[in-house]
């Protein structure tokens, strides 16, 4: 990955990998309801162990193919481990809990082979090798506890897989490994012949577990004070050493923040609280940018829409086509067939050959739609605001020749980090579990009351940088939805662009990692099951589904053309809105 890069672009790479690797991982494993959040896997809503160290790349610092690497070791524990028999079978000390969990891993792991996965145990390999240089390279081997745990990985995962010791390392390794022979060479035999049968694998792994135990817990009387110490609760840290696996870690309420575990207590994260809504704003866009960038932005705007050269008519034809219901306005007389005209039976008397006696209703098919385009203003997006202010002002323009109602909102924060309302908290002394800590700012860039003429320098505001800061997606959805509800369509269709999960560091930092995740959540479905809002997920560059099961992935690496406003004609056309 590209160490150069900012935190915003960092994230979007993150999101990009993991959807990748959930995917092959849900292949794999063959369950449908696993999904990365925080960077950790879940099953449903509930976190899944961290298993092995290796299988936790950075994306600072690995490539690709650690990540596909680390997402077939997972798929395959959980595809060929049971939690229940390993949990039943592991031992009682955190070290032997972490020397057991991984040669589980390098169990599960060294099955690709037999399944003929050729492509899976490549990867494996290269992260594997990956991981190793890592740790080597940073000198936790150094130590008497890291040197030992690296020989112990090297030499477990040679043994069971039947693959070389990493090369370069070989050499190092090669003291400590002739020691550890005798005592666990035995088990390692017996845990290559078991590795088909996790309840035979399980005795000879404890048996390693409880003679590498013993080991490292006659280390601690050899470290000493200053950078030994600090290199030895690195290498602690990295293999798990610290806590118990049962901890709260491991459960899906507690998430770490800046490298600090927090623990709440399940029931109390349920409920979305806000901490104070006294500095929240819903402004007109166009009121918070002066006249002449405005103008500028404006200008900005019509060079780009003119360079794309978008079939404008043709986009108008296929939104009136999507959007029309049928609509009666008065009767069609002297028909052959339908319901019988009364004022035409005298003309039935004076000439009995006649037909055309009947009358039926005139249907015309009229865009009685509302369609609203909510933006997603967080720092992220700033880099996509030309592409969305193009993609926003066509489809504006074509939806009110098309006869349908359009509003373009956004959302953002006043304040980064928090601003007034967490220094609101603070001042009440800091409580636990405030809820949302930021000053949420809805913005109004088009009402459907507004014709597009009128509102066109507005909508140029979504080129305004000082707009984009935090996002608070759930309210946001929450007051579009409120806003649609009041107009008298009989189509209400909610759009959501947005390039990621609602992120505000203050919220984040003073509640639980998914406090905003879980609330977007519990709004789309709360708000779709309503009925009369139909709500679709444009994710910018990424996939969206976890969100708003009706969605659609969009690059915008180009400015929008046809084939994107055909894409999203797809995804409306695809989820028609009774």
Known sequence: MNPSEGPAAAARRQQQVEELCIAAIRAIAGERDLHFRSRRLHRGRRALPRFAPHLHPSIEHDDFDSFRGASDGLALRLKHSDPALHAALQPDGPAERSVFDLLEQFRVESLAADAGLVGVVHNLRHRHEAWSLAFHGAGLADTARGGLLYTLVQMARSRISAEPVVEATEDFIEATRYALGPVIGSALAGCKRARQDQAAFAPHALSIAASIGAMLRATEAEVEHGSERARDEAVREAFSLMTDPDDAEADAGATGVGGTARTFDANATDAYRIHTRAHDQEQRAGTLVRAAVLAAHRERLDRSIAAQRVNLPRLVRELKTLLSLPETQGWDGAQEEGRIDGSRLAQLVASPAERRLFRNERETPRADALLTILIDC??????????????????ARALELAGADCEILGFSTAAWNGGRAYRDWLRAGRPPRPGRLNEALHLVFK????????ARRDIAGL???TFFREGIDGEAVQWACGRMREHEARLRLLIVVSDGCPMDRATDMANDAQFLDRHLREVVVRE?????????????GLDLSPY?????????????????FNELLQMLGGHRVR
């Open 528 to 540: 779709q099951a309503r009925g009369d809002v139909a709500i679709f997920g444009l994710g910018v």
């Open 447 to 454: 009402d459907a009351a507004t014709p597009w003429r009128r």
């Open 548 to 564: 708003y099961p009706r969605s659609q992935a969009l690059a915008l690496g180009d400015m929008p053309g046809n084939e994107v």
């Open 463 to 465: 080129l305004e940088p």
């Open 378 to 395: 967080s720092g992220s997006m700033r880099a996509q605001a030309e592409h969305i202010a193009v993609l926003a002002d066509l489809l």
